[in-house]
């Protein structure tokens, strides 16, 4: 198999989960293909270093195989193989990200309905209600 359009590519390495969400992200300028924007119909090559976001990361990955068929996720992920510098990046990322929302989280919680009551109670004690 000599090519395979990039859009198919990256469906059939399941980093898109339909055709047209890969054309999408490709027309969008979220993929990268060595470096620069890439089109739709650009050929994958062996070796050639593909930028692909995922959710809050960006995965960069280099082409291992080519195919234009959607299988397994276990054989999927023969098709590429992810660099040292993204695999560090993604996990420190994701570790910040875990991070800020413990700090971020709200101290308080809803009221459960003993709560309410004592509140209204309260609030009619003091005239507000």
Sequence with gaps: MDNVRLD?????ARFFK???LAK????????????GRAKTSKNVEI???????????FWEV????????????????ELYRETAESEVRR????????QAS????????RPDKRQRRDI???MREQGGE
Excluded: C
Aim: aromatic share 10%; charged share 30%.
């Design 62 to 77: 280099e082409v291992v195989a080519l195919s234009d068929q959607r299988r397994g996720s276990p054989e999927a992920r």
């Design 47 to 57: 070796g050639a270093l593909i930028r692909v976001p995922q959710g809050w990361d």
């Design 18 to 20: 339909t055709r047209a």
């Design 120 to 122: 209204k109670r309260f």
């Design 8 to 12: 198919k590519w990256l469906w059939a």
């Design 24 to 35: 999408k992200a490709i027309e969008g300028g979220k993929v990268h293909y060595n470096g």
């Design 102 to 109: 413990q700090v971020m989280q709200h101290p308080f919680k």
């Design 91 to 98: 996990a420190k990322e994701a570790e910040s990200r875990r």
